[in-house]
């Protein structure tokens, strides 16, 4: 019998002991292309001693497996395997602090690099990525379509119950409280401060000209859908109140 065809083991990598569906070498491939293609790669990294002073300086290394040292050894030894399997939790451990920047002696970025693995993982949809940042779903509709990020609103008992018995205060008479605050843009209870029509629209079309509405699109279709609708309303009024300016300085 003719063994002509190149090898399983080439084409699909995995744990032959283990549950995990094998992954496809293309797909490995095309994930670390997409790391290393990125500008900033050869800027974060430089080489590595494998000498560990980053992990002995990362917060997160002190309460979850996960190592800088480790990640940077993927990257820089090639190891597409290695790449894929951190993208699945450890990635996310990382706090982008970049303690471990200010200490290298290479003058590496692992936070840096870490940063571009978790965009390709959001890139390429992956269900890490989905599950890490689903929580954060609020927040990122609150900030993209107010300019906001936390609104005294949010603030509710089913989403803090980690706040013990000191949840029983987020029940106060919010707006009440808000008025007792002396600025005028935080009578508000919606967003915390004001942010004006044009900024808002303006933060927005940054957010989409540089490809974070893409990325969001990929990680939750409907949080985009309804994003979009709010801020296409937005730019409907905006455009009215030019139009309407418009007229005014004509007469
Ligand atoms: S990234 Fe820098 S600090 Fe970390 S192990 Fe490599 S050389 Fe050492
Ligand atoms: S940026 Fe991430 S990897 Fe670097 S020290 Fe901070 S938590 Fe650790």
Same mark, same amino acid.
Request: proline share 6%; glycine share 6%; charged share 30%.
């Given at each position: 019998m003719s063994h002509s065809h190149s090898s399983r083991v080439q084409k699909h990598i995995g744990d032959p002991i283990?549950?995990?569906?094998?992954?496809?070498?293309e797909f490995l491939e095309e994930i670390f292309n997409d790391i290393q293609s990125?500008?900033?790669?050869? &800027?974060?990294?430089n080489g590595c001693l494998n000498c560990g002073i980053c992990t002995a300086t990362c917060p997160a290394a002190h309460y979850y497996d996960f190592s800088p040292r480790e990640m940077v050894q993927l990257l820089w !030894?090639?190891?597409? %395997?290695?790449?894929? @399997?951190?993208?699945?939790?450890k990635i996310w451990a990382c706090a982008q602090c970049y303690t471990c920047a200010a200490r290298c002696p290479f003058k590496n970025?692992?936070?840096?690099?870490?940063?571009?693995?978790? %965009?390709?993982?959001?890139? &390429?949809?992956?269900e890490s990525a989905k599950s890490v940042l689903r929580p954060f779903s609020r927040v990122m509709l609150k900030l993209i379509s !107010?300019?906001?990020?936390?609104?005294?609103?949010?603030?509710?008992?089913? &989403? =803090?119950?980690?706040w013990g018995p000191n949840i029983s205060k987020v029940d106060a008479p919010l707006k009440l409280l808000r008025k007792a605050i002396p600025m005028a843009t935080l009578n508000t209870t919606a967003t915390a401060w004001e942010v004006n029509l044009k900024t808002s629209i303006e933060l927005y079309t940054i957010w989409e000209e540089t490809g974070v509405l893409d990325q969001l699109e990929t990680i @939750?279709?409907?949080? =985009?859908?309804?994003?979009?609708?709010?801020?296409?309303e937005k730019r409907e009024d905006l455009e009215d109140w030019e139009d309407e300016q418009e007229d005014e300085n004509d007469e």
């Open positions: 283990s549950e995990k569906p094998a992954v496809d070498q990125d500008f900033r790669f050869d &800027h974060e990294l !030894t090639e190891n597409l %395997e290695g790449i894929y @399997d951190a993208m699945q939790e970025s692992p936070g840096g690099l870490i940063m571009l693995m978790r %965009e390709t993982a959001i890139k &390429h949809g992956m !107010t300019g906001n990020q936390l609104a005294p609103d949010m603030i509710t008992p089913d &989403h =803090f119950p980690d @939750d279709e409907n949080l =985009f859908d309804v994003i979009v609708d709010i801020m296409d």
